[in-house]
């Protein structure tokens, strides 16, 4: 009997994409809830990101970048971050994974936002223009809360307090389940830098809500004393 084909080299490296699709599955829904082991999720992630690349399966090597980003997000990570961000956003192009290439933007853009580095602002009007073009509304969405983001560190505070409500009501109307925990963020800051939380104490006892979600209480508290 004739031998089987060998399979390709690559493949034979790598093993089987849907493996390190899996991997890295698993390393997000590890990163963080009840059941969190972050040590095994990085450890994951960064095996899928190696299998994929060995197995020359870009679409999966960018889903693996995504996880690898996502069990890095913590304090003191963003330099190494920004090169994930840049790996994924070649990866994710070359697969056409749209909303893998807006992650990687998005994931760039809070990285250069910890650095206090000044290219987040081209990087934020990029990601925005990515997001108007794939007219996604959740993209759109994030577009809108960071540009409001961006306005509460250049001020005008008032201008920032215009475009946290827009993009708060765009979130509560295509149903971002964390509209509100961005918006009380941003609130909080404005608050903050005021002296004054007057305004979004009655913002959130208007709408039945915590005045910012339970896992922060202890920022609250920490803000007020400042």
Same mark, same amino acid.
């Given at each position: ?83 994930? &961000?840049? @790996? !994924?956003? =070649? *990866? +994710? %192009? $070359?697969? #056409? /994974? ?61 201008? &920032?307090? @215009? !475009?946290? =409500? *827009? +993009? %708060? $009501?765009? #979130? /509560? ?54």
């Amino acid at each position: 009997l004739a031998a089987a084909p060998a399979p390709p080299a690559a493949a034979a490296v790598g093993g089987d994409p849907a493996r390190w699709l899996l991997s890295a599955a698993l390393a997000r829904e590890l990163a963080d809830g009840p059941d969190a082991d972050l040590p095994r999720a990085v450890g994951l992630a960064r095996a899928a990101v190696d299998g994929a690349r060995l197995a020359g399966a870009a679409g999966v090597l960018a889903y693996a970048l995504f996880a690898l980003a996502d069990v890095r997000w913590e304090p003191g990570n963003a330099a190494e971050r920004l090169s994930i &961000a840049g @790996e !994924l956003a =070649a *990866a +994710a %192009a $070359a697969a #056409g /994974e749209t909303e893998l290439v807006l992650e990687a933007h998005l994931a760039r853009l809070s990285a250069l936002l910890e650095l206090g580095d000044p290219g987040f602002t081209v990087e934020l009007g990029t990601f925005t223009r990515l997001a108007e073009q794939a007219a996604i509304p959740r993209y759109l969405y994030l577009a809108r809360s960071r540009q409001a983001t961006a306005a509460s560190l250049t001020g005008p505070l008032e201008a &920032a307090n @215009e !475009l946290i =409500a *827009a +993009a %708060a $009501a765009y #979130g /509560e109307r295509i149903g971002e389940p964390d509209s509100w925990a961005v918006e009380s963020s941003q609130l909080a800051g404005l608050a903050y830098l005021r002296g004054d939380w007057t305004r979004m104490s009655s913002m959130a006892a208007a709408r039945g809500h915590p005045l910012v979600p339970p896992s922060f209480a202890w920022h609250e508290r920490a803000w007020r004393l400042l």
